[in-house]
Structure formats: C-alpha cells, structure tokens
DNA sequence: GTCTATAGTTAGATAGAC
DNA sequence: GTCTATCTAACTATAGAC
C-alpha cells in the first residue's frame, strides 16, 4: 500500500515482514504469486463481507447504498485464520482497490479475478434493485439494467474521487450523491 | 502506455523513440521529468480543449455533458509544435488518464498538477449548471456544488467502468447514465 | 522452515568521443 | 545534439547450510 506493487521490492517486503527472501520465497514461487494471493484473499473476501452486510441490514435500497458508500472506508478483511496481521495493520478498502486498479494493465493475470467480481455485483445489484421496485421504494417504470449501471457508475466514481480529489469532503460528496440519485429513481 | 510509466525503461523509450538514453537525457535530467512533461503538455492541453470543445456547442447541458462523456475516446491533443507525433501514434485520454492515476501514489511530484485540473474543472461546471438553470433547461431549486458534485461523480465513475469492466458495452452505459442524470435533474 | 550469500539481470544515469 | 560504452545500484530469484 506504500509503494504500490510494481514498486514494492522483496528486500521491501523482508524488512517489514521480518522474514528474509529465503524464507519468502519458500512460500511464494514468485512475487506475482504473492499479489494473486493478495487478490484472491482481500478483494474477494471483502466484496462478501460487503454484501453480507448490506443483506444483513433489512433496510431501505438507499440505505443498502448508503452502506456500500461507506464500505470503502472499512478496513480489508480476510477469513479468521489469517485477519491476524490485517488486525495490527489495518489496509482501507479503497486505497486497496485504488492500489489494485493502478496494476491492472501490467498484470493482466489478476483480471479474470476483478471480471468476476463485476458479475458477481451485477447479480447482488439486480436483487437490490429488484426487491426494491416489489417494495414499491422506487419507480417501477425504471429499466432495472439502466439503475445497475447507474449505481455501479456513481459508486465508483464515489470512490475515486474521494482518492484522487481529496479536497472534496466525503460527507458532502456522499449526501450530494445519494440525494440525487434517490431524486432520479424515487417514486413520483 | 503499453507498460505504464514506472515499468518503462529508459531502454524502453531508446528503442521506441529511435533516440539513445544519452540523447534522452540530454533533454531531461531524470525519467521523472518526462512524467512531468507528459503532464503538463498532455492532461492539461487536452483538458482545455475539452473545455473548448463543449464551450462551442451552443447545446444544451445535456448535450454538453454527453460531449464530455465522450470526450474519454478522443486521442491526447498538444500544441501544435509538438502535435506530429500524436498524430502519428495517438493516444486515447481515457487511457492516459488511468495510466495518470495508477502512479498517483508513487509520484506525489505530479499531484498539484492534478488539483490545478480538479479547481479549474469546478468553475468550468459551475458556469455550465448556472446557464442552464437560468436558460430553465433544469429545476431552479437544486443546489449547484450538489449537482457539480454528482456530474463529477457520474463523469469519472463512467470513465473508470469503461476501463475496468469492459464487457460493458459503453454506449448503453453511456445512455443509461445520460437518461437518469437527467431524471435527476429535470424541471417537473 | 528459515537463514546467509550470491548469482544473474536490468534499472537509471553519466562520461566523453564525435 | 547524438552517439557508444559503461558505471553503480537495485532488482528477482536461487543454492545450499542449518
């Protein structure tokens, strides 16, 4: 998260780990194996954690939308076995996306994983968007594919602005966004 | 742009510009300064004529809007001095400034050139969303900084799905964002 | 499983001829 | 202004002792 993973060096990662290069490569058959592993445990695991808790909430689609804003400032989290280090030093789920992001056209091996993730939102979407328009929250003249879109495009505009402008203050930049979103889908 | 500017090399560019390292470095003192210049002349140069680009349209503020969606696919613009080799291999914007934002991190040298386009991009919609208020193309009772907050959102959150998910295709993206920005803003 | 030591390569950068 | 030749430092990765 420091230095980004292209500028990360293993003598890097020997010093913060405490375990030498001998030793980590003893794990990892190369350095690209150890940010696959990153992949695979923290992006991953967090985007369940993150619609686990949306599901788990029983309120309101905005409300829902309103957690998955927030869930960019949750720390990184992984299954019990291995949240140890995660626990001592905290990684910001969105500075980890940001970081992931910035590697994508270099290491084309990690997009089958990011590819999956989008389909795996597309269908979390459509049953949020869907449960919402039976509850009568929102129009039901609404394209349920055109919302989807919709959201996934201000949610992640949310989350690189708050990265890449960070004059603008998050909490009106959230309220902005909600309030007009929810003005473009509310029932009239 | 193939390789992103921390894994090319100085060799890289020999090879590709058919100048040798000690020509290069006969015009820049070090690999930072050809980010800088990149920069400079490049985000910046193009940024401006985006600007001029919806200034002359004479459209409304959707129209305005979809020019500046689109405006990702144009190629990277300069002066004129320096244009022949844009012309010759040109560049797209939306990739550029990925490319831009995936070394945000490890070359804070280049963010206040980044903050200069973030200030001078607020004014610049500002002026937009004001002149369409008074011309009664949108509702008079929203709140600018809110709506500039939200078009900003949308613009970048496009930008960056275009990138990462590509198997969106970009012009139902387009439409869809295009079509609820507008619900969202419509006089009723 | 962890270490030391180091191989082999490539990086950014420079000196000096022309 | 461009080149050749080369330096030093840093990189990934491995061999082999313990």
Known sequence: ??????????????????FTAGSIYYYFKDKDEILQYMVNKYLIASFHKMKEKVLDSNGSLMEKIEIIFNFGDSPIITEVESQDILDKFPINYREFWVMYTSIYHHHPEIRPDFCKLCDESHDFYYGLVQEAINKKEIRDDIDIEELIMFIKTILKGYLVLIV???NLPSEYLLKANMKLLYEAIKRR
């Open 1 to 18: 998260m420091k230095y980004g993973f292209d500028n990360v060096s293993i003598k890097h990662i020997q010093e913060e780990s405490g």
């Open 164 to 166: 890449f402008q960070s």
